[in-house]
Structures are given as C-alpha cells and as structure tokens.
C-alpha cells in the first residue's frame, strides 16, 4: 500500500474549519484513501474514505486532488470533542490489513 | 449495541505468565483483528482473520497465537510474556475484506513486569 505523509500536530480553533492535509504522492489507481481518528485513550473511528470524487458525511468532508496526490479532510467547524490524532491511510480493495502511521495530532483550541 | 467488547480492560502479568484476550463483536461481522499500540506510535496488526475458520498473521505476529471461536469471538493468547509485549491491544470488526470501515474495541492495557 502507498504509504501517507501527515503533520505530526497541528492546532485549530474551536467553531473554524479545520483542514488536515495527507500526501499519498505513491497511490495506485486501485487505492482508497481512508480517513480514522482516535480520541485519547480510545480505539480508532473511522470517518471517511473516497477513491477520486469528494465525499462528505455527517462527521467531515474529503476532498481529494485530480491527480490523487494528495487530500484534505474538512472538520467543517471543529468542537473541541475533535481533539483527536487523525490517521489517512491508503488502503487496496479487498485488503484490510490497514497500516495506521504515527497520525496527526490535532487540536481543538477555544 | 454493544459492538465490539475486550476483556479484560487491564491486566499485569510477570514475564513467562501466559494470558488470553478476549474479544467479541456483537454486529454479525465476518472479519476480526487484533493491533498493539505502543506509546506515541501508531497501530501495528498482529493477526486477523478473514471470516470464520481462518487466520492469517499482520505485521507483528511473533509471541501471540490466535482463535476464531466462532464468528462473534476472536481471541488473543500471549503463551509465555514479555516486557516487550507491554502495550495497549485494540480488537476490532468489518463486515468482511471488502470494506475497509473497521469498528474498534475499547482497548486493553496489558503490563508485563
């Protein structure tokens, strides 16, 4: 699988939106992109996933580049509950043997 | 629903004791895994198992063995601990190997003196 490259941290201000960036220069054509975070302490959560187009569910939108480099998910007003580290990983359909990295550690200031 | 339960929470073993980590998924999954997760690092797969009656070996398969029960059940055996084997163990589910939207477990913190 492609691996990902994330901030290792980064700060975002309660009731913005926050953008988390991930580069993915190595993605195949038969890769996802999926996004999880995991609240301290807790097991991961997932949130997204898209193989080219935009997506946007209840809890983020993703945006993915033309060329699929690169993403971005969208908290779009982040509370301070989003204080979280958020893992993108590139995953192969059919293969769940999902490689989380070190994560962004994302915080939600007031 | 419950989703996917782990027992115990917590547990400390002295080094060379065996133990087994139990997990249990209440959502008719086909797929089950088992992660560590050592201080400031991210997941790394031990085992999971595919659907019923099978195993397969992750990343990190070296001083565990592992039991797919039955569908709801996947265990996690540590035949004699080590102090390298100190860390938080994350069970989670999928519906099978075609989606990649993993429901975890709450953790268990396991301590090997």
């Known amino acids: 699988d492609a691996k990902t490259t994330q901030p290792t941290s980064m700060d975002c201000a309660e009731g913005r939106a926050a953008n988390l960036p991930c580069n993915h220069s190595?993605?195949?054509?038969?890769?996802?992109v999926y996004w999880y975070r995991q609240i301290h302490s807790q097991g991961p959560q997932y949130i997204i996933h898209g193989l080219k187009n935009n997506e946007t569910n209840e809890m983020a939108s993703l945006i993915i580049t033309e060329d699929r480099k690169s993403s971005t998910l969208i908290l779009p007003h982040a509370t301070l509950r989003d204080t979280a580290v958020y893992y993108c990983?590139?995953?192969?359909?059919?293969?769940?043997?999902?490689?989380f990295g070190k994560g962004n550690q994302v915080v939600v200031i007031p | 629903n419950a989703g996917v339960t782990q027992t115990p929470k917590f547990q400390v073993l002295k080094t060379g004791q065996s133990m087994t980590l139990q997990c249990a998924q209440d959502?008719?999954?086909?797929?089950m895994y088992w992660y560590r997760q050592d201080p400031g690092m991210g997941l790394r797969l031990i085992y999971y198992?595919?659907?019923?009656?099978?195993?397969d070996k992750g990343e990190v398969p070296n001083g565990y063995n592992v039991s797919r029960l039955n569908k709801r059940e996947f265990s996690l055996r540590l035949e004699s601990a080590a102090p390298s084997q100190t860390s938080v163990y994350f069970c989670a589910s999928s519906q099978g190997e075609n989606t990649g939207e993993l429901f975890f477990g709450e953790g268990s913190r396991l301590t090997v003196l």
């Open positions: 990983i590139v995953r192969v359909y059919g293969n769940n043997r999902l490689a």
């Open positions: 190595t993605i195949s054509g038969n890769e996802y």
């Open positions: 959502m008719n999954h086909n797929s």
């Open positions: 198992s595919a659907s019923e009656g099978t195993t």
